[in-house]
């Protein structure tokens, strides 16, 4: 079971945190990824990070605001977000991906969250 929490609603240029957390004795040994959709639009990628923590993927249009860690002992993954814009309004989803190495594609994981909103204001 994943659970998302943090989102919210913030100004243009602000930060938010994003956690998820995992149940299952299972997560040390699953990549953690973040997607996200907005309203008329489909689901893509935000961010990725390997069982271990040691290789972490983003997609372009969040590289250098957006920061995903976790933390295998509290059964954790994070994304920091900053320096959020309008665009970056979505559904934000956490995934976990039992190959362990992370991917871009959400037909690689095969458990999701529930999702949590993140709203930017202009």
């Known amino acids: 079971q994943l659970v998302e929490s943090g989102g919210g609603l913030v100004q243009a240029g602000g930060s938010l945190r994003l956690s998820c957390a995992a149940s299952?004795?299972?997560?040390?040994?699953?990549?953690m990824g973040w997607f996200r959709q907005a309203p008329g639009k489909e689901r893509e990628f935000v961010a990725a990070?390997?069982?271990?923590?040691?290789?972490?993927y983003y997609a372009d249009s969040v590289k250098g605001r957006f920061t995903i860690s976790r933390d295998n002992a509290k059964t954790t993954v994070y994304l920091q977000m900053n320096s959020l814009k309008p665009e970056d309004t979505a559904v934000y989803y956490c995934?976990?991906?039992?190959?362990?190495?992370?991917?871009?594609?959400?037909?690689?994981?095969?458990?999701w969250g529930q999702g949590t909103q993140v709203t930017v204001s202009s």
């Open positions: 995934a976990a991906e039992a190959r362990g190495g992370g991917s871009s594609r959400a037909a690689s994981y095969g458990y």
């Open positions: 990070i390997s069982w271990s923590g040691s290789n972490a």
């Open positions: 299952g004795r299972l997560f040390n040994r699953y990549a």
